[in-house]
């Protein structure tokens, strides 16, 4: 019997960009398909060339996707939280994986095999116009990123990748990104001193709370006009 889902796994899925275009019942099948995995934190969830054999929605915890240098010096893409997915493109071609992803902390995931989804799939021909939503979105991505890049110095850089990645402490409190400085840095592209020098700025002027391993965003409009 497939595994069944936790009780608010159908609506995670249903937030998926992948799927948002798609009826409550085509949610559900896919939901029911699925099974949960658990990792501890700095396990390994997947390697830079594993087979690309499913798609992680998070349920809870947090994972970083990146990739290893040749000597050995470690960039990050991206960080997933609650609610988000990784590893969907594997769903659509089937090919390895193109970088690492590890668990920052205890996470919980709700995998579904590329075996099930292409059913899946088959079964639900309309859900192609949602894959090409996904498709378009991380395109739009990556072009943003790029000009961010460009364009943008390391302070604005900071600012936007710190509203993007913060959530809200308690429903009315402040954002925190739960993030160390070495990961900011990785995720900017820059070392951890130039993160700290940027965050201490931001600090001195009432805006962000430095904590270990967190930044907490005080005044949310203030960050916002420094972007």
């Keep these: 019997m497939a595994a069944r889902p936790a009780n608010d796994t159908g609506a995670l899925l249903r937030e998926l960009p992948l799927l948002a275009r798609l009826g409550d019942s085509d949610v559900r099948a896919l939901a029911v398909d699925g099974r949960p995995r658990r990792f501890g934190a700095g396990e390994i969830i997947f390697r830079e060339g594993d087979p690309g054999d499913s798609m992680h929605v998070v349920v809870e915890g947090e994972v970083r996707i990146g990739v290893l240098s040749g000597s050995g010096e470690e960039a990050t893409f991206a960080l997933f939280g609650r609610g988000e997915c990784f590893g969907e493109l594997a769903l659509l071609d089937g090919r390895s994986r193109s970088a690492n992803a590890v668990a920052t902390k205890p996470t919980k995931t709700w995998l ?16 192609a116009s949602a894959l090409l939503e996904t498709l378009s979105l991380r395109l739009r991505r990556t072009n943003e990123n790029l000009s961010d890049l460009m364009f943008l110095d390391l302070q604005q850089r900071l600012a936007k990748r710190l509203l993007e990645i913060a959530h809200p402490v308690t429903p009315s409190g402040p954002l925190r990104a739960s993030v160390t400085q070495a990961e900011l840095g990785a995720l900017l592209g820059v070392s951890r001193e130039s993160v700290n020098k940027q965050l201490n700025a931001l600090a001195r002027a ?9 930044v907490t965003i005080l005044d949310e409009a203030g960050v916002r006009a420094g972007v």
Excluded at 207 to 214: H, K, M, N
């Design 112 to 127: 579904v095999t590329r075996t099930a989804f292409r059913k899946w799939l088959r079964e639900r021909p309309d859900a």
């Design 206 to 214: 009432g805006l962000v709370r430095i904590g270990r391993g967190s």
